[in-house]
């Protein structure tokens, strides 16, 4: 049930890789210096460590895996054990477990002699390791397994609804998918069933409407729908494809033609493009014949159907490209930057990477050069070098013949070009190629 479960995710996400809504899936997934700074990971020769907001070292590298900071903890792996520290790199949670999840709602998943259970934030056991399996707190509970049937506990560690589905899901608004004899359904909190076990595909609830699917076991042919807190279909299954709602409004296909339906399932913007993702800001990029733009919420076109590629808006503006060049559009559809470069890549801590000359193959620039314009479309650092990163941190990484360096927002050249690689600044520390080793550096470059 699980592979069909899986592969039904999968034929609905492939045609809208673009603009994928998450779907929570089921998964299985010493004291350190003290110091007021916060700490995050980052690594050096296969091994990490921590560094504080200014990029000084917090913890040495040591680590054979370091997780990303999350409710204040990072998972860390030593010698196949795992554990936690806070964000001062403290151990909090000591490397003495097989497996573990990073915290939610101030709980973790650990497992020991292939037992689980949770633990807090300061390594205490709140939850015994008795389970089979579990899964990750949301809305107060969480998913656990036992005898080969998952129920759900409470932070106290109390059967809330007891084992006896095949599958269960994170809830997500108060309600969780669950599977009984190969088909899925849903149930709040207290455990009642909300919605039937007749789907074969559900996905979380988001503005209090979820996805849901059939499959044809024969033709493998899917119809998707949708349904409400009350467990009733606000939409037939009769679309080829959906996505889950955003601002109000969700996805849906039928022919290979896209559009849009509000939350009582009334189709407002009909299916008529060829392409389309998610609303943002009160925009959806589109597609008819080849063409792209952007329509509002009531289907009139915001940016006009006619250019040959858009991105998504960042910081206030979008990259369109027409013919070869590229450019930028407000959300009114004003060509804010004219479309005469090369290549353009989306804004960044308000800067953005343009190219002249050369020819684009793909992604790829051959034989151009790299600048930066701002906001306003005016040149900060002429077109002059090989390669160009997004500014991070305030710098960013160019190449200059076959060396990298790092350049401010005024363009001056704060690292030269002197590293056989570089990679952006992360918490004050960027990784640098010297002599084909790896290197951290500072942002003085030490």
């Given at each position: 049930?699980?592979?069909?479960?899986?592969?039904?995710?999968?034929?609905?996400?492939?045609?809208?890789?673009?603009?994928?809504?998450?779907?929570?899936?089921?998964?299985?997934?010493?004291?350190?210096?003290?110091?007021?700074?916060?700490?995050?990971?980052?690594?050096?020769?296969?091994?990490?460590?921590?560094?504080?907001?200014?990029?000084?070292?917090?913890?040495?590298?040591k680590y054979d895996y370091a997780d990303s900071l999350r409710e204040d903890m990072s998972l860390v792996v030593l010698k196949n054990k795992w554990g936690f520290v806070d964000k001062f790199g403290n151990e909090t949670v000591q490397?003495?477990?097989?497996?573990?999840?990073?915290?939610?709602?101030?709980?973790?998943?650990?497992?020991?002699?292939?037992?689980?259970?949770?633990?807090?934030?300061?390594?205490?056991?709140?939850?015994?390791?008795?389970?089979?399996?579990?899964?990750?707190?949301?809305?107060?509970?969480?998913?656990?397994?036992s005898n080969g049937k998952y129920g759900y506990v409470n932070k106290q560690g109390n059967i809330v609804i007891a084992a006896k589905y095949d599958e269960?899901?994170?809830?997500?608004?108060?309600?969780?998918?669950?599977?009984?004899?190969?088909?899925?359904g849903y149930i709040d909190k207290t455990g009642k069933v909300i919605a039937t076990f007749k789907y074969d595909f559900?996905?979380?609830?988001?503005?209090?409407?979820?996805?849901?699917?059939?499959?044809?076991?024969?033709?493998?042919?899917?119809?998707?729908?949708?349904?409400?807190?009350?467990?009733?279909?606000?939409?037939?299954l009769k679309y080829e494809n959906a996505l889950g709602f955003s601002e109000g409004y969700a996805l849906v296909s039928v022919n290979g033609k896209y559009g849009f339906i509000d939350k009582s399932g009334k189709e407002v913007i009909g299916l008529k493009y060829d392409y389309a993702a998610?609303?943002?800001?009160?925009?959806?990029?589109?597609?008819?014949?080849?063409?792209?733009?952007?329509?509002d919420t009531k289907g009139n076109q915001a940016i006009p159907i006619k250019y040959d590629e858009v991105s998504g808006f960042s910081e206030g503006l979008a990259r369109v490209k027409q013919g070869t060049k590229f450019g930028f559009v407000n959300?009114?559809?004003?060509?804010?930057?004219?479309?005469?470069?090369?290549?353009?890549?989306?804004?960044?801590?308000?800067?953005?990477?343009?190219?002249?000359?050369?020819?684009?193959?793909?992604?790829?620039?051959?034989?151009?050069?790299?600048g930066y314009i701002d906001l306003n479309g005016k040149?900060?650092?002429?077109?002059?070098?090989?390669?160009?990163?997004p500014f991070a941190e305030g710098l960013a990484v160019v190449?200059?013949?076959?060396?990298?360096?790092?350049?401010?927002?005024?363009?001056?050249?704060?690292?030269?070009c002197k590293f056989e690689g570089a990679g952006s600044f992360n918490n004050g520390v960027a990784a640098v190629i010297v002599n084909n080793l790896e290197k951290k550096i500072d942002k003085e470059g030490k």
């Open positions: 049930m699980q592979y069909k479960y899986l592969a039904l995710l999968g034929v609905m996400l492939l045609p809208f890789a673009s603009a994928v809504e998450e779907v929570i899936a089921f998964r299985t997934p010493t004291t350190l210096c003290q110091t007021t700074e916060v700490a995050y990971p980052y690594t050096t020769k296969g091994k990490y460590g921590f560094t504080g907001k200014n990029g000084s070292v917090v913890v040495n590298p490397l003495s477990y097989e497996e573990a999840h990073t915290f939610s709602e101030n709980l973790a998943a650990v497992s020991l002699n292939k037992k689980w259970g949770f633990v807090d934030t300061q390594g205490k056991k709140i939850i015994p390791l008795k389970y089979d399996y579990v899964g990750t707190f949301r809305n107060g509970l969480a998913p656990v397994k269960a899901q994170n809830f997500s608004e108060g309600m969780a998918l669950v599977s009984k004899d190969g088909m899925y559900g996905g979380d609830f988001k503005d209090g409407i979820a996805v849901v699917a059939t499959m044809n076991a024969e033709t493998m042919e899917s119809k998707y729908g949708f349904i409400n807190k009350l467990g009733k279909e606000i939409t037939p998610s609303f943002h800001n009160g925009l959806a990029p589109v597609s008819i014949n080849g063409k792209y733009g952007f329509i959300k009114e559809g004003a060509e804010i930057i004219p479309l005469k470069y090369t290549l353009a890549h989306n804004f960044s801590e308000g800067m953005a990477v343009v190219a002249t000359g050369g020819k684009l193959e793909g992604n790829n620039l051959s034989g151009g050069k790299f040149e900060i650092v002429p077109t002059k070098y090989d390669q160009a990163e190449k200059q013949g076959n060396k990298f360096g790092y350049i401010d927002k005024q363009g001056n050249e704060v690292i030269p």
